[in-house]
């Protein structure tokens, strides 16, 4: 559970770190791949992730698209629905008091 947790800050921490910076990056370089930064930013931060810690082994050029796109999605969904979900709570409290 440690290592899923350590895995996680990092890969966390990495994310937050390199998306401004590649998004800038790609959008002075290279503006028609602007909509795959967030799929260039998961896969340098799993890489990155993997050679920081050994919590997290990916292994063959599938796995790594897979587990690329599976961590975007879910990243991508959870970024949209949690300020929803938060947002919703805290209109329902305001309602309350």
């Known amino acids: 559970m440690v290592a899923f947790l350590t895995v996680v800050l990092i890969f966390g921490i990495i994310q937050a770190v390199l998306t401004p910076f590649v998004f800038k990056v790609t959008r002075r370089n290279a503006p028609a791949l602007v909509g795959g930064v967030g799929l260039i930013t998961t896969f340098v931060a799993l890489l990155l992730t993997?050679?920081?810690?050994?919590?997290?082994?990916?292994?063959?050029?599938?796995?790594?698209?897979?587990?690329?796109?599976?961590?975007?999605?879910?990243?991508?969904?959870?970024?949209?629905?949690?300020?929803?979900?938060?947002?919703?709570k805290a209109v329902a409290k305001r309602r309350e008091d």
């Not at 050679?51 to 879910?74: E, S």
């Open 50 to 88: 993997t050679v920081v810690n050994d919590g997290l082994v990916i292994d063959g050029l599938v796995t790594w698209f897979w587990a690329t796109l599976i961590v975007w999605i879910v990243t991508m969904l959870a970024s949209m629905l949690l300020p929803l979900i938060v947002l919703k």
